[in-house]
């Protein structure tokens, strides 16, 4: 079956269709790691995007359980270039398309994905529309019209506030997407993890008494988030805060900073990132439309403590009377390299010296 891809600038792409059978409107990405497809597929914050990976066979570890980094998939679709429906791998237990279609998920094969990477490259990040039934050019120039939900957030978050029991420090985990990688980073370090519904008032989290609340990565603009925004403000000063990805673009938000669309983002397992501190480079996973604009950051209280080498936008920040630090990248990884998982160890110091702090106003 013939597969059709539409962008917004009139390009059109014809390849071979697999998954789920039907039309799917989404912001059309790149993604340019080499490995993870799983990952990437599984990641709350592509909620709503039609994702292209520019690696050129795809599908041919299957899927498995370990590596989902949440239940299902929020995409709305996958271009590559070619596909395995065969898997061959040891850890396989189903096909990619399978998979897709149980998630309802349309897929287009033997698209050039470079060319469309450098094209989204050059001309911005733009919408698209996929399809994998018989439908006319003229019938999917009109579907594109239609706008692109922007509650994304509410989409992905959890419905309900839910405890992994440790016997370690209690983390809030402020739900806006997250992905499972956090949950594991902080598990590992004996955490209990409390994950709270992205629209969860302070008060609530007040109650459920946390050594730290952790602002996860997520899908869309962050200023989509607002009752986000308004909560972090309440909590800032009263519990460490550890922000990654969308949590990152948050924080600068409720601190008064400013965030801004890219032309066409951050997309790959391998973006280099310097910390301002120590001038160490860190390789980093990284998938983000949006930034923090680092002028907007003048009359905050918030410094720049990590940019990205490529294009030297903001990748970190600190406050610099709370205890409160973020990174645009991910020290989970999944998929990519895992140089930054000391910062899991950083947030566990900042909830240690903030307890201990704590505990010298009570005596
Ligand atoms: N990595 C993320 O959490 C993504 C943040 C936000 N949705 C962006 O695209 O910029």
Redesign the pocket.
């Known amino acids: 079956m013939r597969a059709k891809l539409l962008l917004e600038d009139g390009t059109r792409l014809t390849g071979v269709s697999f998954g789920a059978e039907k039309k799917s409107l989404g912001e059309v990405v790149f993604h340019t790691g080499m490995t993870g497809y799983q990952e990437i597929l599984t990641n709350p914050?592509f909620c709503g995007q039609i994702v292209t990976l520019t690696n050129p066979l795809i599908g041919n570890c299957g899927i498995n359980r370990k590596d989902a980094e949440s239940q299902g998939s929020f995409i709305h679709g996958l271009v590559v270039r070619e596909f395995a429906s065969v898997p061959s791998h040891w850890r396989s237990e189903k096909s990619l398309e399978r998979w897709l279609k149980e998630y309802d998920i349309p897929g287009i094969a033997g698209v050039d994905t470079r060319m469309l990477t450098r094209k989204i490259r050059m001309e911005g990040s733009m919408k698209g529309i996929i399809s994998t039934q018989d439908t006319s050019w003229e019938e999917l120039e009109e579907r594109l019209g239609v706008p692109l939900r922007e509650d994304?957030v509410s989409i992905v978050s959890s419905r309900s506030i839910h405890t992994s029991p440790n016997y370690g420090k209690r983390v809030v985990l402020m739900d806006?997407?997250a992905k499972y990688g956090l949950q594991r980073d902080l598990a590992k370090r004996g955490c209990e993890v409390v994950v709270v519904p992205w629209n969860t008032s302070a008060e609530k989290i007040h109650r459920l008494d946390p050594d730290g609340i952790l602002l996860?990565?997520?899908?869309?603009?962050?200023k989509n988030v607002p009752e986000g925004i308004q909560t972090i403000q309440k909590l800032l000063g009263h519990y460490p805060l550890f922000g990654?990805?969308?949590?990152?673009?948050l924080l600068a938000l409720a601190c008064g900073g400013d965030?801004q669309k890219?032309r066409f983002?951050h997309w790959g397992s391998n973006h280099p990132v310097k910390d301002l501190g120590t001038g160490q480079i860190y390789m980093t996973p990284?998938?983000?439309?949006?930034?923090v604009r680092e002028e907007s950051l003048q009359n905050t209280r918030l410094e720049i403590t990590h940019i990205a080498l490529n294009d030297g936008t903001c990748e970190g920040l600190s406050h610099r009377e709370f205890p409160a630090f973020s990174v645009?990248y991910?020290p989970e990884a999944a998929p990519g390299p895992w140089d930054s998982g000391h910062l899991f160890d950083q947030f566990m110091d900042l909830m240690e010296s903030f307890a201990q702090k704590e505990g010298m106003s009570h005596a």
């Open positions: 914050s994304l806006f997407g996860s990565n997520g899908p869309g603009d962050p990654i990805g969308l949590g990152h673009q965030t890219m983002g990284q998938h983000h439309s949006y930034t645009q991910h």
